[in-house]
């Protein structure tokens, strides 16, 4: 939640989304291991600007640079880019629950919290920033790469301006294999 604290303390009268350029990862430096910061540049874009340290540990293969569309599995990606177009217009942050599978076969579940800023010139969100932490760990801990994520539910937060009747939380169904 110190995630949260630190969006609100961002928030001000003329915009109720902060600016990426406040937000100052040093304000929140217990969690800079688990932060991700990423960036929508359209509809299908959404490109990772830091990777945290512990995420990168858990058998990530991507860094900063890398867009996060290209590489999930379509459902996911498709949620991501609904997420910015509904979600993260009204400021609402965002609990999602999901499996990492590694290519031994291995997997972790991670919750991620995240929440939305704009850009400096924009009322739109163009940033999330996002903390992941692992819940369970189904692996020893070796080389082995993330394959691919697989949610298990998303859940909206209201973050002091209500959740927009029309997001409903979500239970994604797993591919069968």
Known sequence: MRLIAAWRSLSSEESMLPARSAFRP???VSLLPRISILERLNAESLVLRLVGEDI???GHAINVG???LEVSLPSLA???ADTFDRGFGHPCGLSMLMDKVLVTG???RVHMLAVPFRGSTDQAPHFLVACCHEVTR???LDSAKITQHMPISARWLDLGYGVPGDLADRTFERPRT
Do not use: A
Request: glycine letters at 6%.
């Open 26 to 28: 040093e304000t929140v």
């Open 78 to 80: 498709s949620f991501f």
């Open 106 to 108: 291995g997997w972790t």
């Open 138 to 140: 189904h692996y020893l």
């Open 56 to 58: 990168k540990l858990q």
């Open 66 to 68: 890398t867009d996060l």
